[in-house]
């Protein structure tokens, strides 16, 4: 049953949507450059989110509560305080589009995803580039921590998924079997399986127990 109908970014695509981590607010990232947030109980408007100075592809809550994430085409990520709506930094470094951001499960890094065939970790409290993964030869549409902190997980244009030690930056294994773009990654919640869709019209699951046991590289 619909409830409630979002309008707000200007007739313009809304590119991504994500929940605060107690599900009372919703984020939406735009094409007419800003992400906003809604009261999910009310539809409601609560803030913008202004500063980008092209369309917002993605947008992402840490799961303290405090922060929040938005990735643009003008090749930045950004930080936003959840309470006040306040830029409080951002992150360069990226040479193309920012196709996805995302938080890890200790709110004290980020994901970012690029055209530039790269994602990146940043530490949160300095703004840093902690990681670069290099290894795609196309664009990367969607990265994802594991909930342990362990494993990234990156998806491309190259049709391929790869794994990544989330600490050292180093490919651990490249997943084949899309015939197209994979446009989106997601790790289950015990980690121990990878989903992937692509625009080959499939879905893929991968059993990571091997993995994460060390006996694959």
């Known amino acids: 049953e619909q409830i409630h109908v979002l ?77 006040s709506g306040a830029q409080l930094r951002i992150f360069r470094g990226h040479t193309f589009w920012v196709n996805s951001v995302v938080f890890s499960n200790t709110s004290r890094r980020l994901l970012t995803a690029s055209g530039d065939e790269t994602a990146r970790v940043w530490d949160v409290a300095t703004g840093n580039e902690l990681l670069c993964l290099r290894g795609h030869t196309s664009r990367v549409f969607s990265a994802s921590f594991s909930s342990d902190n362990q494993l990234i ?42 989903a992937s869709g692509s625009y080959d019209k499939n879905v893929r699951l991968w059993d990571l127990r091997h993995l994460r046991q060390g006996r694959l590289v």
Do not use: Y
């Not at 200007?10 to 992400?35: C, N, Q």
């Not at 999910?40 to 303290?64: M, P, Y």
């Open 7 to 83: 309008n707000g970014h200007g007739g313009l695509p809304v590119r991504s949507i994500s929940f605060f981590p107690d599900g009372a607010v919703a984020g939406t990232a735009g094409e007419d450059r800003t992400a906003r947030l809604w009261c999910v109980a009310s539809g409601q408007q609560i803030a913008v989110l202004t500063g980008h100075d092209r369309a917002v592809c993605s947008v992402s809550f840490s799961n303290d509560r405090k922060l929040i994430a938005t990735a643009s085409v003008d090749e930045t990520a950004r930080l936003w305080c959840a309470e």
């Open 153 to 194: 997980a990156t998806g491309s244009k190259d049709n391929t998924v790869r794994l990544w030690d989330a600490q050292t930056g180093i490919k651990l294994r490249t997943l084949n079997g899309h015939t197209n773009w994979v446009m989106s990654v997601c790790f289950s919640t015990d980690n121990t399986r990878l």
